[in-house]
């Protein structure tokens, strides 16, 4: 835990003045400031499949524009002549003081953006003294990202699995690989609808990408011996293209893609994992399970009634995250800031209430917070960062978002994140 005066007191952000100082040589930002160029430019450095994935929503993408709209309909109201010389933008979760209001979202396979992948990040967020959650399905086994973290801030995003076995499994490596929470990723128990997936007849996962948390895990390896029954698979035509999509099965495989090919362990893996990916009928009462193995905070990532929210209190979980998976899932979703304030009301301030999917700009973050989000999560930014500059791309999105929040914060009035309140809001209709 980290309780330190440093800590406790963030330092004032000079990201700005550093900006434009390097500009007087010429010099500009590795990453664009302005999110859309940034997008852009991430798109760039992807292949058509990876920014399809990662940029994506279910149908007909309502619920990305409903996160957008949700915060757009919030105007925030500055308020004069208060001294902000000095801001405090530190916040308390579960022990640890962190400098920022801030974590990053789980995201998976992020190989598809960057080689480096998840280490990168995680070097990254350790940098910047924000917790990254690990993804479930990640590019390189957690073990693997919290050497690289050092005393990095990190949490572990549970999918639960058919296999109960397999979930201790996970549960138990993110304890000991020094996770702060176990975050259960809710509304994923089925993929949604995603177009522009199915449009590329594109799905990571079947080409053995993402699956580093299961290939690594000694639970799942002992169920290749006997494994599930996958269901009805269609089988692909034999082609050219079929033959490289095994090669790029074998060379997910840890051993190497020689071992992989030849043993078929790396196509079992594959299999085994579709068959036990995610339950379906997963219910509250599961939760015990999960409550009974683990001593670490349980936070639930998905709520977005405020019922589910009391729920979750009354089911001894630790935390809950307002989200609807970046508009993933569910098409004509609510936005996720519109849900905010219900799910905090519900909870009372008994466990605290993290928010994320949409968010852009400091604003953004200023106006989860003012709403009650005790800090937020960010998604798609830092990964667009990650595919144009690897691990410095990742951090100057982080840092430009704690920059940006910091300056809204003081010129709306506020020198600390207590002072952020809804009387800092108005509603306005678009």
Request: hydrophobic residues 40%; negative net charge.
């Amino acid at each position: 835990m980290n309780d330190s005066p440093a800590g406790r007191r963030a330092p004032t952000i000079n990201r700005q003045q550093d900006i434009y100082s390097k500009g007087l040589g010429g010099e500009k930002p590795l990453v664009p400031v302005d999110f859309h160029e940034l997008e852009r430019q991430g798109c760039d450095a992807m292949s058509p499949e990876a920014y399809a994935y990662i940029a994506g929503g279910a149908g007909l993408e309502s619920t990305m524009r409903a996160n957008r709209e949700s915060f757009d309909r919030q105007r925030i109201v500055p308020r004069m002549l208060n001294d902000v010389s000095e801001r405090d933008t530190t916040v308390n979760l579960f022990g640890r003081t962190l400098p920022s209001p801030f974590m990053l979202s789980p995201i998976g396979v992020l190989e598809m953006a960057h080689g480096d992948a998840d280490q990168a990040v995680g070097r990254a967020a350790a940098a910047e003294g924000i917790p990254m959650i690990f993804s479930n399905q990640a590019s390189q086994p957690m073990e693997q990202v919290a050497d690289a973290m050092g005393d990095g801030a990190r949490w572990f995003q549970l999918y639960w699995s058919k296999s109960d076995d397999l979930v201790r499994s996970l549960v138990s490596r993110a304890e000991s690989c020094g996770c702060e929470a176990i975050v259960v990723t809710l509304d994923t128990t089925m993929l949604g609808w995603r177009t522009r997936d199915l449009d590329l007849a594109y799905l990571p996962f079947l080409r053995g990408k993402g699956i580093a948390q299961y290939t690594s895990d000694p639970v799942f390896l002992e169920s290749l011996k006997n494994p599930s029954q996958p269901g009805n698979m269609a089988r692909p035509k034999l082609s050219l293209e079929t033959l490289k999509t095994l090669k790029q099965i074998g060379q997910s495989w840890p051993g190497g893609a020689l071992d992989g090919i030849s043993s078929g362990r790396a196509m079992a893996a594959v299999q085994e994992f579709i068959a036990v990916y995610s339950k379906p009928s997963l219910t509250w009462d599961d939760l015990k399970m999960l409550r009974d193995h683990t001593r670490l905070p349980i936070v639930l990532k998905g709520i977005q009634h405020p019922d589910d929210g009391r729920k979750a209190v009354d089911y001894g979980m630790d935390g809950i995250i307002v989200s609807n998976h970046g508009g993933r899932q569910v098409d004509g979703a609510i936005g996720s800031l519109e849900a905010l304030p219900e799910v905090v009301e519900a909870v009372a301030g008994r466990v605290p209430v993290i928010m994320d999917s949409g968010i852009r700009t400091g604003a953004d973050v200023f106006k989860a917070l003012a709403l009650g989000a005790t800090a937020v999560g960010l998604g798609r930014p830092w990964v667009y960062g990650l595919a144009i500059a690897g691990e410095a791309g990742v951090r100057e999105v982080i840092a430009n978002l704690k920059t940006d929040f910091e300056l809204t914060m003081g010129l709306s009035g506020c020198k600390s994140i207590s002072e952020i309140t809804p009387e800092a809001l108005r509603r306005a209709d678009l």
